[in-house]
Nanobody, 117 residues
């Protein structure tokens, strides 16, 4: 069993910042070797990839968040973060943490981010 618990979602004004956290526990193996992702899903839209961090620390971002969001990980705490700045109303969504562990995808329950204009 793998558990992913997201936190940090909130209501924020446009231009503001938030930091999301995703704590992993259970049968995660060596956390530093796992690829970790953040996805988001806005109402009426498909879930989309926001950012990825690979085992070596390299990262990939969706074009819509490049330069504004930063994904990072603390392997000692089995936690991945998403630092979000210059938030826009279109960033409003439920943000999900995803882990690829031994070839399987695991999801957290999601955390709501709402950006008001």
């Amino acid at each position: 069993q793998v558990q992913l618990v997201e936190s940090g979602g909130d209501l924020v004004q446009a231009g503001g910042s938030l930091r999301l956290s995703c704590a992993a526990s259970g049968s995660i193996g060596i956390f530093s070797t796992n690829t970790m992702d953040w996805y988001r899903q806005a109402p009426g839209k498909q879930r989309e990839l926001v950012a990825v961090i690979f085992r070596g620390g390299s990262t990939v971002y969706a074009d819509s968040v490049k330069g504004r969001f930063t994904i990072s990980r603390d392997n000692a705490k089995n936690t991945v973060y998403l630092q979000m700045s210059s938030l826009k109303p279109e960033d409003t969504a439920v943000y999900y943490c995803n882990a690829l562990i031994n070839g399987r995808n695991y999801w957290g329950q999601g955390t709501q981010v709402t950006v008001s204009s």
